[in-house]
């Protein structure tokens, strides 16, 4: 079975700061990919980056980069430079099979 | 523009009857994908379906029931078995495994339709 695990329900930073989600996952495939959504208010799922775990080399965008451990089975997402509408809801996935898994989400709140 | 549509993005039905979500992609997409999501747990997949006429069960089937008549569209019915069907639902899409390598990977999703059983 796979699982993705977010041991963070709820996280805040203040504008401007940076903060980092965290992410843990568990697969037996070898080929998969990792994800991180964003859900603001309105509830559409936003991807913010991938990671394929074949690539040793941490993914960014923009303020947005993750730290991906593949021994420790991590995928940590940190956000620069945090701004107002960064608010929202962040979703860790992994792609293995045919078959995404989710965790339970993360909710950020940013504080002017 | 390329995309997927749920629609509607409310609805309201009375216990004891079945009812059915729409959605469609224009993406040339082959797989899609049904979620369930409840406050707390998550993004929980019902069904999900690889190709056309073939589709397979999720973590929480019961209660739900789908069809993949076109490449386009994957219906879900919530039917009266459901216990308790009030949620958020949230159709995908994504191309297939084989050729994820060349392509990107991510799930697109749509904007999701809002349950309500009274």
């Known amino acids: 079975a796979q699982t993705v695990t977010q041991s963070q329900p709820e996280m805040s930073v203040q504008e401007a700061e940076t903060v980092t989600l965290s992410c843990t996952y568990d697969t037996s495939e070898s080929d998969y990919y990792l994800f991180w959504y964003k859900q603001p208010p309105s509830r559409q799922m936003i991807l913010v980056i991938r990671?394929?775990?074949?690539?040793?080399q941490n993914a960014t965008e923009n303020r947005f980069s993750v730290n991906f451990q593949k021994a420790a089975k991590s995928f940590s997402l940190k956000i620069s430079d945090s701004q107002l509408g960064d608010a929202a809801m962040y979703f860790c996935a992994s792609l293995a099979g045919n078959q995404f898994y989710f965790g339970t989400g993360t909710s950020l709140t940013v504080i002017p | 523009d390329g995309g997927i549509t749920q629609s509607p993005k409310y609805l309201f039905r009375k216990e004891g009857q079945n009812v059915t979500l729409s959605c469609e992609q224009n993406?040339?997409?082959?797989?899609m994908y049904w979620y369930r999501q409840d406050p707390g747990q998550g993004l929980r997949l019902i069904y999900y379906?690889?190709?056309?006429?073939?589709?397979q069960k999720g973590d929480i089937a019961e209660g739900y029931s789908v069809s993949r008549e076109k490449k386009e569209s994957f219906p879900l019915t919530v039917t009266s078995a459901q216990k308790n069907p009030t949620a958020f639902y949230l159709c995908a899409s994504s191309i297939p495994l084989g050729i994820r390598i060349l392509k990107n990977t991510e799930a697109f999703f749509g904007q999701g339709t809002r349950l309500t059983v009274v």
């Open positions: 990671q394929e775990a074949y690539k040793q």
């Open positions: 993406l040339n997409h082959d797989a």
């Open positions: 379906s690889q190709i056309v006429n073939d589709f």
